[in-house]
């Protein structure tokens, strides 16, 4: 069995936000939508206060529940761990967006461009599929799926491995299988402490942070 | 603590979405009370298809892909939303049999499709992780007699009988009790802030007031229909407050914070 799952390091994020830059370009997502959204927070009281970069998006749960409350059965969870959404499907009802605890979807009713009207670019690459129905995170799984029939590794080899991964200026961003223990990922979560957002309502993210270090065992 | 993007207005339900709560859980209350009366009401059983119609009329304007709403039937393994569909649809089958035949047994059924509708509209709530106030286990009673306050309440408008003033006496004082248990559990500060007033109004006018009301119905019978209305009021203001303002999200929040640098 795979799960694909992503790593957010903490500790190495700048907070330059190339990955939602990427995400845009990759998925031609409209203005104000961002499938990667990266916060700017900031922690402490001053004069000891600290600034945190964090990454969101879909979280890609174990237990979505924008899956269990979709009507329409338009959200789905693959055998490897990856939300979709069927465009198709999908009424637009909102429901899974109430549902997210992630702030993870998004609607768009009319067609929005950057300048007003559709640059060249846009006109291509515009889909009407995407109007009226929620959208998301996809893990970018067009790539992972186009890359897995090619021989390539996801999380290791550019052409299978999402957008914003490949963009990260600092690495802070990682992609793999959770499920094969020699996998990028699961050497970062063997290595560090991790948490993983809003864990108290029981949707096992498939989006880990990581924080600090181990502690090694004396 | 950290000041990154706070609990915010969910903008995806609107008054839209609201006014199905509103319009069918009172359309679902008086379809209950309705049975409650000893020679139902054609026109209560039509107002509470009308009124159920409505709600669901209106949440057909919020949905993106209105032409694709049949698929709303496709989940009912896991959606509270298409089970609602489906209670509503029974509904509407039994209720217009129910008026075909002047069945009561047939109402019975009705009434009970209606609990089960309001039941599927508390769990939607429910069933929202992603909104606080929406997700306490609490919520459920109190969408629940909400309907029943609402629909026996305006009920008692038609028809200011006994049994149904009898009914309407319980509801409230159920809706105030579940009320309670609510505002109890609601931790949220936003939220308790956006439905303060609201929740006010309940206790005040909406069931302080009526049970006054209700027994000054004993001399003067309009005071009943007063008593319902208010009560009918400040159900919908309290049910609108929670789905348009007080539906806060939760934020984000870092149980731990990166360790950079040296130890």
New interface residues.
């Given amino acids: 069995m795979t799960r694909w799952v992503m790593i957010a390091d903490l500790r190495r994020c700048v907070g330059c936000q190339t990955c939602t830059a990427a995400c845009r370009h990759s998925n031609a997502t409209p203005p104000e939508v961002q499938w990667r959204r990266v916060l700017d927070m900031e922690v402490g009281e001053y004069p000891a206060v600290k600034r945190v970069f964090v990454p969101v998006g879909c979280m890609h749960c174990a237990d979505p529940p924008c899956m269990h409350v979709c009507p329409s059965t338009a959200t789905r969870k693959r055998a490897d761990g990856i939300v979709t959404i069927d465009y198709d499907l999908c009424i637009g009802c909102s429901y899974c967006a109430v549902a997210c605890p992630y702030q993870a979807r998004y609607k768009t009713d009319v067609a929005e461009f950057a300048y007003g009207k559709a640059m060249p670019n846009e006109e291509i690459r515009h889909d009407e599929k995407r109007l009226g129905v929620a959208t998301k995170c996809t893990f970018c799984s067009d790539r992972v799926d186009a890359g897995l029939a090619q021989g390539l590794k996801p999380g290791i080899d550019h052409e299978a491995t999402p957008a914003c991964v490949n963009s990260c200026i600092a690495q802070a961003l990682q992609f793999g299988d959770l499920e094969d223990k020699q996998s990028n990922v699961s050497q970062l979560l063997a290595e560090n402490q991790f948490f993983r957002m809003h864990e108290e309502l029981g949707t096992e993210p498939g989006f880990y942070y990581l924080w600090d270090k181990k502690e090694v065992q004396a | 603590?950290?000041?990154?993007?706070r609990p915010w207005q969910?903008t995806?339900?609107d008054w839209r979405a609201a006014a199905n709560f509103m319009l069918g859980g009172t359309g679902a209350g008086l379809m209950i009370a309705a049975v409650f009366v000893q020679n139902p009401l054609p026109h209560a059983v039509l107002a509470a298809m009308l009124l159920i119609g409505g709600g669901l009329g209106t949440?057909w304007l919020?949905?993106?892909?209105k032409l694709?709403?049949i698929?709303?039937?496709?989940?009912p393994q896991?959606?509270?939303?298409?089970r609602e569909?489906f209670a509503a649809l029974l509904l509407f089958v039994l209720s217009s049999i129910a008026l075909f035949l002047d069945s009561r047994q047939v109402l019975v059924a009705a009434a009970l499709a209606a609990l089960a509708f309001v039941y599927c509209q508390a769990r939607?709530l429910r069933?929202?992780?992603?909104?606080p106030a929406?997700r306490a286990p609490q919520v459920v009673a109190l969408v629940m007699a909400t309907a029943l306050v609402e629909g026996s309440g305006l009920l008692m408008v038609m028809n200011p009988d006994l049994l149904v003033i009898s009914l309407f006496t319980a509801a409230v004082i159920a809706r105030a009790v579940a009320w309670s248990a609510y505002w109890t559990a609601l931790k949220q500060a936003g939220s308790r802030t956006a439905l303060e007033t609201a929740g006010k109004a309940l206790v005040q006018i909406g069931t302080i007031a009526p049970l006054a009301l209700v027994l000054g119905a004993y001399f003067l019978p309009q005071a009943a229909a007063l008593a319902g209305i208010a009560a009918l009021l400040t159900g919908w203001r309290l049910k609108y407050v929670l789905v348009t303002r007080a539906?806060l999200?939760?934020g984000?929040?870092?149980?731990?914070?990166?360790?950079?640098g040296t130890r």
């Fill in positions: 603590m950290s000041y990154g993007p969910q995806n339900w949440v919020e949905i993106g892909r694709r709403a698929h709303v039937f496709f989940n896991t959606s509270w939303m298409t569909s939607i069933a929202a992780k992603g909104i929406w539906a999200n939760q984000f929040a870092l149980p731990q914070l990166p360790v950079r």
